[in-house]
């Protein structure tokens, strides 16, 4: 860093799959010091915290923190209860938005990133949600994100003047294979990510529900061989 | 209930506090079943939960429910952290907001009301936020909440049509003492409330803080005594 430069600093949501990950690598090579933010709020495997740990560590986070939340007390959602994780393709005719949605996810991260950015004087946050090939989240859309900013900046100091917040979603009109292909490009070790709904207790990702399915066409587009074979890799 | 009716379900945030109670006595007033959410994020005292318990069973709240997230780890507030509560009135050009201010507190919390309202099925979230006798805090103005509602109608299943989420602040507007009034007018047991920010071990309040101040100026302009004179009622 130059001298006397002004430091940048982000709350990055870091959930150990693959768009969060690389868009960690993207805000550290945009030179921001990354403040990387997992939550365990209820997901029923622990499978994703410890990829977030591992890409934490190796793409140099500033500082990784894991809280809790128990979203999934408030029920609703298959990622978060006993419900089956759907697999294979779609039935015609689903629901848009399918039973992996957790309530308002997105809206309570965004929060949480928020309230810790506004603590250590950050003003930007970075958030993995893509639009593209996705599952039909709602909270994944461009609307909803530039709408959150707003929020940001009416709910915080920032309502008084000085900087403003930016909520950063470079993935948001990124196809996943896009994702793949920037995240080799930035060097990320897309072995170490995560991103099935539903894995086997070592880790192995069950190669059928929606994440998975979303991902493969991902590497395939992007003709890259997906580094994740097995279970955990340490 | 006639036979037959919908029945209408509201979320609403309680703290224990004065305002929050009124509010949530409002919603059962307007008939609906109420489902009362309390955030334990980590305040320096415990009196605020056991006056949200209180509260709820006092006035039948369909369910009352308290979730932990650990907001005071994230810093930036005299309400989580070992930072001095300001006592007595305000220095001459102060900070506008004070060192009481949690960083985004009012978009997690109405974020977690989202969320357990989507998974209810609810479209109601009550909060008793008010932008007149207050402290300042940009997260209690009207445009504040004008806008998360907006988040709240693009970030969840709401998107897709249907009802939309309202969000009532119905105190938005309204001085102490016409919160004071309208909870005596409820019937509300305004005595099992608890506003000090600095309460002794007992829970007794402190009277110097802010919000003691803006409490009993509140009974004071009503003219009406404040049923809260030492510690916990029971």
Redesign the interface.
């Known amino acids: 860093m130059i001298e006397g430069a002004q430091e940048k600093i982000g709350v990055v949501l870091l959930s150990g799959g693959l768009d969060s990950s690389v868009v960690l690598a993207h805000a550290i090579s945009r030179g921001f010091r990354a403040y990387a933010l997992t939550v365990r709020y209820g997901q029923r495997h622990g499978v994703e915290i410890d990829a977030a740990r591992r890409v934490a560590r190796a793409l140099g986070a500033t500082e990784h ?1 894991v ?5 999934g ?5 298959a990622l978060t209860t006993d419900q089956q994780v759907p697999k294979g393709p779609r039935e015609p005719g689903a629901d ?2 399918p039973a992996t ?8 991260l ?3 990133a ?3 950015a ?3 004087g950050a003003r930007d946050l970075f958030v993995g949600v893509s639009s593209v090939d996705y599952s039909g989240y ?2 994944c ?1 461009p ?2 994100v530039e ?2 900013e ?3 900046n ?7 003047g000085g900087e403003p917040f930016r909520i950063h979603a470079p993935l948001i009109r990124k196809s996943k294979a896009q994702t793949v292909a920037l995240g080799v490009e930035l060097g990320v070790d897309l072995g170490l990510t995560r991103s099935c709904y539903d894995p086997a207790p070592d880790g192995a990702p069950c190669r059928e529900c929606e994440a998975c399915q979303l991902r493969a066409k991902g590497f395939d587009e992007a003709g890259v061989a997906d580094p994740v074979r097995g279970g955990d890799p340490r």
């Open positions: 923190r809280i809790d939340l128990d979203l007390g408030f029920g609703g959602s848009p938005i949605y957790v309530p308002a996810r997105n809206t309570v965004l929060s949480l928020l309230a810790w506004e603590a250590l709602p909270d859309r609307a909803f709408e959150f707003r929020v940001a009416l709910g915080t100091r920032a309502a008084e």
